[in-house]
């Protein structure tokens, strides 16, 4: 993974340590309290860190080697994520681009959704936003914008289900940078 998070600092990405998929290498405390295996930010005031240098990266990958990584999003990055999952959540990305969404970097996410990854124009906000399906018993049925205050998983991370987060057009697509 350290690799991968080197290579996303030569695109000047945003990104951070999230804690491993199977919480291996966690410590105590981590156990203790994240619900949220293979998501959660393993540094403090991530939101405002900015891009990391070489070291700190490098640092962060052999205090913690299984790793995921995270990007931050909204106006401290300039860059929001469609968060979509389930038939609600690509039935209504569909129902609001009419059909015409942007070519964009996009990667599969392990539980059978999509992301993708826009830029926003430099000191504009974008607070999280969900769509939620009105049918409760749909779980993880919404399309969701994240941005001020979140973060999202980036490829080739791992999600807790053992299933690896793919880039479908990633940073390196044609046209995209
Ligand atoms: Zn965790």
């Known amino acids: 993974m350290l690799n991968e998070a080197l290579q996303y600092l030569q695109l000047q990405f945003p990104i951070i340590p999230l804690c491993s998929h199977d919480h291996s290498c966690m410590s105590r405390i981590h156990l203790s309290t994240c619900k949220s295996p293979g998501k959660r930010p393993l540094i403090k005031n991530w939101q ?4 990391p240098s070489e070291q700190q990266v490098k640092d962060w990958f052999r205090r ?8 931050i999003l909204g106006i401290s990055s300039g860059l929001v994520a ?16 009419g059909g015409n969404l942007p070519e964009t970097w996009q990667f599969s996410t392990p539980g059978g959704g999509m ?6 124009p430099p000191g504009i906000g974008c607070p999280k936003f ?11 049925s919404e399309l969701a914008i994240l941005g001020d205050g979140s973060c999202t998983v980036l490829p ?7 299933g690896t987060y793919a880039w479908i057009k990633s940073p390196e697509w044609p046209g995209l940078q």
Do not use: C, M
């Not at 405002?48 to 891009?51: E, K, R, V």
């Open 48 to 51: 405002d860190a900015g891009i």
């Open 64 to 71: 913690w080697p299984t790793a995921n990584i995270g990007i």
């Open 82 to 97: 469609l968060d979509v999952d389930g038939p609600f959540g690509f039935a209504k990305l569909e129902e609001l681009a």
């Open 115 to 120: 992301r993708y990854l826009f830029s926003i």
């Open 130 to 140: 969900t769509f939620r399906d009105p049918d409760t018993s749909h779980q993880h």
């Open 156 to 162: 080739p991370s791992l999600h807790r289900n053992g």
